[in-house]
């Protein structure tokens, strides 16, 4: 089906793969291997679905404006959040399994940011698997992910402490459920989580920092603990000692959302379609983290993205219109 998207968020991923970074190559209507007549093109696209090769952007928000021959799903005009590539323009064409309705209640600033980091942080916490009284580190903790996975797991019973270098952060990750860790260097991370567990560490560490942060983190995991990466803030490579793998036995892995929803989709539209309805009803509980900074128009993508990368911001980017 084709849906004529009016909002998009800029997440960390879209930056990403603007840089040419992410796990799919992006081209664009100056790649010299772009097919004919995508080249040059308006990064508006047109009604039927094109746009430049690679145009950025995995989600957005809408209202459906046509239906595919033989194809079945939300007839035209509904309101719908949409997971695809290429959302970085007015119009894209997605599968019906890729295209939620939502609600009249929902906005769509809110619709439009649905299908990455609320998903995100749902499995990675299920996939920890920490019961009442676990404890997780948070790098970047004032993030939306991080405000997400913190609410999500007081509702679970486990502790989350969030690393932050900016005061201003605490009351809204107090509010959220976290325990705020205000730290000037990596050491300092690693002295707060001591103290807060006892000495213990922490039994997992989700990070989406790396660099350094990251690698200050994995130190603050108790042996046998877990560590998981799924950002690349920094943009530095996370170094592993051998010793936290041979002597403290941390478990490290990475998390990526479109390869673990495969894994999700190979058990059956049954386990999809129950985690779209449990996410779909966190977030209309008060899910934090989907708050917006700014919006910009959709040809104003260069402001947004400068807007995207200041320090300290609060709230989501949007392209709009």
Same mark, same amino acid.
């Given at each position: 089906?084709?849906? *004529?998207?009016? #909002?998009?968020?800029?997440?960390?991923?879209?930056?990403?793969?603007? /840089?040419?970074?992410?796990g799919r190559r992006a081209r664009f209507a100056t790649d010299p291997e772009a097919p004919d007549g995508q080249r040059g093109r308006d990064?508006?696209?047109?009604?039927?679905?094109?746009?430049? +090769?690679?145009?950025?952007?995995?989600?957005?928000?809408?209202?459906?404006?046509?239906?595919?021959?033989?194809?079945?799903?939300?007839?035209?005009?509904?309101?719908?959040?949409?997971?695809?590539?290429?959302?970085? %323009?007015?119009?894209?064409?997605?599968?019906?399994? #890729?295209?939620?309705?939502?609600?009249? *209640?929902?906005?769509?600033?809110?619709? &439009? /940011?649905?299908?990455?980091?609320?998903?995100?942080?749902?499995?990675?916490?299920?996939?920890?698997?920490?019961?009442?009284?676990?404890?997780?580190?948070?790098?970047?903790?004032?993030? +939306?992910?991080?405000?997400?996975?913190?609410?999500?797991?007081?509702?679970?019973?486990?502790? &989350?402490?969030?690393?932050?270098?900016?005061?201003?952060?605490?009351?809204?990750?107090?509010?959220?459920?976290?325990?705020?860790?205000?730290?000037?260097?990596?050491?300092?991370?690693?002295?707060?989580? %001591? /103290?807060?567990?006892?000495? %213990?560490?922490?039994?997992?560490?989700?990070?989406?920092? !790396?660099?350094?942060?990251?690698?200050?983190?994995?130190?603050?995991? %108790?042996?046998?603990?877990?560590?998981?990466?799924?950002?690349?803030?920094?943009?530095?490579?996370?170094?592993?000692?051998? @010793? #936290?793998?041979i002597f403290r036995r941390v478990r490290v892995r990475g998390f990526w959302l479109p390869e673990r929803l495969e894994r999700l989709e190979?058990?059956?539209?049954?386990?999809?379609?129950?985690?779209?309805?449990?996410?779909?009803?966190?977030?209309?509980?008060?899910?934090?983290?989907?708050?917006?900074? +700014?919006?910009?128009?959709?040809? #104003?993508?260069?402001? +947004?993205? @400068?807007?995207?990368?200041?320090?300290?911001?609060? !709230?989501?980017?949007?392209?709009?219109?």
């Amino acid at each position: 089906m084709r849906v *004529r998207v009016t #909002a998009r968020p800029v997440n960390p991923s879209d930056l990403l793969f603007v /840089q040419g970074r992410y796990g799919r190559r992006a081209r664009f209507a100056t790649d010299p291997e772009a097919p004919d007549g995508q080249r040059g093109r308006d990064a508006r696209g047109g009604p039927d679905g094109g746009a430049p +090769a690679g145009a950025p952007g995995f989600e957005g928000a809408g209202v459906v404006d046509a239906l595919g021959p033989g194809t079945s799903g939300p007839p035209p005009g509904t309101r719908v959040a949409v997971a695809a590539d290429g959302t970085w %323009r007015s119009y894209v064409c997605a599968p019906a399994a #890729a295209v939620l309705p939502v609600s009249e *209640r929902m906005p769509l600033d809110v619709a &439009c /940011q649905l299908t990455v980091n609320p998903f995100t942080a749902r499995l990675l916490l299920d996939d920890l698997g920490l019961r009442d009284g676990g404890t997780v580190l948070l790098t970047a903790g004032a993030s +939306a992910v991080s405000r997400m996975v913190a609410w999500l797991a007081r509702r679970r019973g486990v502790r &989350c402490f969030a690393a932050v270098r900016r005061a201003e952060h605490v009351p809204a990750l107090e509010r959220g459920g976290a325990v705020p860790l205000l730290t000037g260097t990596e050491n300092d991370l690693a002295d707060r989580v %001591r /103290q807060a567990t006892d000495g %213990r560490g922490a039994d997992a560490a989700l990070d989406s920092v !790396g660099g350094a942060v990251g690698g200050a983190a994995l130190r603050c995991v %108790r042996p046998g603990g877990r560590f998981v990466s799924y950002g690349m803030l920094s943009g530095r490579p996370l170094s592993v000692p051998p @010793e #936290a793998l041979i002597f403290r036995r941390v478990r490290v892995r990475g998390f990526w959302l479109p390869e673990r929803l495969e894994r999700l989709e190979r058990q059956g539209t049954a386990a999809v379609r129950r985690l779209t309805d449990e996410v779909g009803a966190e977030v209309a509980a008060g899910l934090p983290g989907l708050e917006v900074a +700014a919006r910009y128009d959709l040809d #104003a993508y260069a402001l +947004a993205l @400068e807007h995207a990368t200041r320090p300290g911001r609060t !709230g989501k980017v949007l392209l709009t219109g």
